[in-house]
């Protein structure tokens, strides 16, 4: 038996038919369901695996990242990876012009490549189209992006989904130094050779002052980010990821009652999106059309 024969067999042993989720503890006990096949799979065989989450409004999108997602058009990954490159250059400086250069997150400026993957991470909350994956380690972020209300009535009116992933560890990098450094700081965001999970640090220090940073600390954001050849590529349509993801339907009955139910709980837009405002949401408007004229 192949590993990926033997996860599937293992998510088919613990997962079972579960493909639904109506409120929000059925969504938490999911994730006690993927605890329970953390558990198998690490006792089983030895493998060391982290389920994550990523939300969607309507069932049957791609598991795609901004440049190539519909209705964009970018013909190819290198122009997509150039123009994301352009981005948070473009990017910081709207934002510098605007608010200053101490928005932004400097702490770690003197790494290899420090400053391009903080303004990626930035850029991509901001609203910015990179070729980042948002994910969560907490089903309830996922939750909120599933049923989050569309002015779009097709969209409202469409099922939600759930992405979950058992990510192995290895795919997951942070940043740390002690006792072994080993941090994606190291690697060109705009080069990978392989795909990753990024693990960011979020520091509660003057968080206020820095753009953006506290959104994605309270969406505690993930990123999945693949090789630069393949960024084009849907995630659930690549073999390696294929039996690392289960896909959970919410009928679009339930969008709403999951959304007073979040509300209830204190997650709403506002804590979601803090930091939002008319002024900023053009900001980014303006730099997308500006980014992507001629690819829509």
Same mark, same amino acid.
Request: with cysteine; net charge negative; hydrophobic share 35%.
């Given at each position: 038996?192949?590993?990926?024969?033997?996860?599937?067999?293992?998510? +088919?042993?613990?997962?079972?038919?579960?493909?639904?989720?109506?409120?929000?503890?059925?969504?938490?006990?999911?994730?006690?369901?993927?605890?329970?096949?953390?558990?198998?799979?690490?006792?089983?065989?030895?493998?060391?695996?982290?389920?994550?989450?990523?939300?969607?409004?309507?069932?049957?999108?791609?598991?795609?990242?901004?440049?190539?997602?519909?209705?964009?058009?970018?013909?190819?990954?290198?122009?997509?990876?150039?123009?994301?490159?352009?981005?948070?250059?473009?990017?910081?400086?709207?934002?510098?012009?605007?608010?200053?250069?101490?928005?932004?997150?400097?702490?770690?400026?003197?790494?290899?490549?420090? &400053?391009?993957?903080?303004?990626?991470?930035?850029?991509?909350?901001?609203?910015?189209?990179?070729?980042?994956?948002?994910?969560?380690?907490?089903?309830?972020?996922?939750?909120?992006?599933?049923?989050?209300?569309?002015?779009?009535?097709?969209?409202?009116?469409?099922?939600?989904?759930?992405?979950?992933?058992?990510?192995?560890?290895?795919?997951?990098?942070?940043?740390?130094?002690?006792?072994? %450094?080993?941090?994606?700081?190291?690697?060109?965001?705009?080069?990978?050779?392989?795909?990753?999970?990024?693990?960011?640090?979020?520091?509660?220090?003057?968080?206020? &002052?820095?753009?953006?940073?506290?959104?994605?600390?309270? +969406?505690?954001? %993930?990123?999945?980010?693949?090789?630069?050849?393949?960024?084009?590529?849907?995630?659930?349509? %690549?073999?390696?990821?294929?039996?690392?993801?289960?896909?959970?339907?919410?009928?679009?009955?339930?969008? &709403?009652?999951?959304?007073?139910?979040?509300?209830?709980?204190?997650?709403?837009?506002?804590?979601?999106?803090?930091?939002?405002?008319?002024?900023?949401? &053009?900001?980014?408007?303006?730099?997308?059309?500006?980014?992507?004229?001629?690819?829509?």
């Amino acid at each position: 038996m192949t590993k990926e024969q033997a996860i599937e067999k293992a998510k +088919q042993e613990v997962i079972g038919g579960i493909d639904l989720v109506t409120t929000v503890d059925e969504g938490e006990s999911f994730h006690q369901t993927l605890i329970k096949l953390k558990i198998k799979l690490a006792e089983d065989y030895g493998w060391d695996m982290m389920p994550h989450y990523r939300g969607e409004q309507n069932f049957g999108w791609d598991i795609r990242c901004g440049i190539f997602r519909p209705p964009l058009s970018v013909p190819d990954v290198k122009t997509g990876k150039d123009i994301e490159r352009k981005a948070v250059g473009i990017f910081e400086s709207a934002v510098k012009n605007k608010w200053g250069k101490d928005v932004f997150r400097n702490l770690f400026n003197h790494e290899k490549h420090g &400053k391009e993957w903080d303004l990626l991470f930035q850029a991509q909350h901001a609203g910015i189209k990179t070729s980042l994956t948002d994910w969560s380690a907490e089903m309830i972020t996922a939750l909120y992006f599933a049923t989050e209300e569309s002015t779009d009535k097709n969209i409202e009116k469409a099922d939600g989904q759930i992405w979950t992933m058992m990510i192995p560890t290895e795919w997951i990098l942070g940043h740390n130094t002690w006792p072994v %450094r080993e941090t994606f700081y190291d690697l060109d965001p705009f080069d990978l050779k392989q795909p990753y999970l990024i693990n960011v640090s979020s520091y509660l220090d003057d968080m206020d &002052k820095r753009i953006y940073e506290k959104r994605m600390y309270r +969406q505690k954001g %993930r990123f999945i980010i693949t090789e630069a050849d393949r960024c084009d590529v849907p995630l659930n349509n %690549r073999d390696e990821f294929k039996h690392l993801i289960h896909r959970l339907r919410i009928p679009s009955e339930f969008k &709403k009652p999951i959304r007073e139910e979040l509300a209830e709980r204190g997650i709403t837009t506002e804590y979601i999106y803090i930091e939002q405002s008319e002024e900023r949401y &053009k900001l980014i408007s303006e730099t997308n059309a500006s980014l992507f004229n001629g690819f829509m």
